[in-house]
Nanobody, 130 residues
């Protein structure tokens, strides 16, 4: 599967952005999807994940209550709605796909670890100014 992330940009602190990740292929609904981010000089970190049906979601503590992950399997697209953005949210954001037939995203199913994902998009830059 090929992933194409978009929607990044420059926004002031407190603002919002919505990232999109479009996937090719006919088996999109077989994949759990995740968003990760990487700031300069830092390791890639988990942001959010969603199960194949959308019925299970998981968030990192530092985005919980501000970000919302969702998906539209009919459009082969996963979204990340980011509200109340902070300067520390500045990073390149990546979407990723993991083959996961169990309809649960959790630490146990490996959906918080970058190495557990099978496919990656190219990343989109998000910059939050103070």
């Amino acid at each position: 599967v090929q992933l194409q992330a978009s929607g990044g940009g420059l926004v002031q602190a407190g603002g919002s952005l919505r990232l999109s990740c479009a996937a090719s292929g006919r088996t999109f609904s077989s994949y759990a999807m995740g968003w990760f981010r990487q700031a300069p000089g830092k390791e890639r970190e988990f942001v959010a994940a969603i199960s194949w049906s959308g019925g299970s979601t998981l968030y990192a503590d530092y985005v919980k209550g501000r970000f919302t992950i969702s998906r539209d399997n009919a459009k082969n697209t996963v979204y990340l709605q980011m509200n109340s953005l902070k300067p520390e949210d500045t990073a390149v954001y990546y979407c990723a796909a993991k083959i996961l037939l169990v309809d649960v995203v959790s630490v146990v199913t490996g959906t918080t670890k970058a190495k557990e994902y099978d496919y990656w998009g190219q990343g989109t830059q998000v910059t939050v100014s103070s």
